[in-house]
Structures are given as structure tokens and as C-alpha cells.
Nanobody
Framework: QVQLVESGGGLVQPGGSLRLSCAGS????????MGWYRQAPGKPRELVAG???????NYADSVKGRFTISRDNAKNTVYLQMNSLKPEDTAVYYC??????????????WGQGTQVTVSS
């Protein structure tokens, strides 16, 4: 059994900041790539930022320079620091992990999602 548990969402004013966390637990042998996706109402889920096990990162053009993804491999945790938030960043944010379970199977897992609302 593997779980990804997200935290840190909420309501923030435009220009504000939030930090999302996603912690993996359970039968994890190792985690390869991790990432954050988001889905706004009526829109498809989109990649926000990704990070490899070696620390290489990639970002959606819409968040470059404002969001920073990082990870703590010892804690199986990925973070998303979001600065200069805009109303168009409002969405449910999902954590994703490509990992190897203790049974040595490669599996893709998703968190339950956390709501981020940017509004005055």
C-alpha cells in the first residue's frame, strides 16, 4: 500500500504565496520522478512542475519564475513553493510520483488533490 498525502492548499490573495507538500508513505522502495499537476474547473489536468530523482526540474511556461519545485528524498516528499500567485492559478493541485514499490513493480501514484484559490 502506497499513499501520497498533500497539504498546504488554501485561499490566498493575488500576489501572495503558498507552499504545497506531498509526502509518500507505505511500501516504497524508491521514487523516480515526482511532479505537481493542476486542474481548474472545465479544463484538463496540466503539468505544473516536475523533478527527477537527480534534481532536474521542468516547469510550465505559465509558472516559470514564480513557482519552485523541490524534493527531500530521505522523506519521500516533494514541495511546490508558489509565489506571486494569480487568480488563474486557482485549481486543484495534484501530486504525482513514478515509484518502485517494495515488490519491485514500477507504479504511478496520485495524491488526493488540494485546493488552491487565489482571490481578493
Amino acid at each position: 500500500q502506497v499513499q501520497l498525502v498533500e497539504s498546504g492548499g488554501g485561499l490566498v490573495q493575488p500576489g501572495g504565496s503558498l507552499r504545497l507538500s506531498c509526502a509518500g508513505s507505505g511500501s516504497i522502495f524508491s521514487i523516480n520522478a515526482m511532479g505537481w499537476y493542476r486542474q481548474a474547473p472545465g479544463k484538463p489536468r496540466e503539468l505544473v512542475a516536475g523533478i527527477t530523482s537527480g534534481g532536474s526540474t521542468n516547469y510550465a511556461d505559465s509558472v516559470k519564475g514564480r513557482f519552485t519545485i523541490s524534493r527531500d528524498n530521505a522523506k519521500n516528499t516533494v514541495y511546490l513553493q508558489m509565489n506571486s500567485l494569480k487568480p488563474e492559478d486557482t485549481a486543484v493541485y495534484y501530486c504525482n510520483a513514478h515509484l518502485v514499490r517494495t515488490d519491485l513493480r514500477f507504479v504511478d501514484y496520485w495524491g488526493q488533490g488540494t485546493q488552491v484559490t487565489v482571490s481578493s
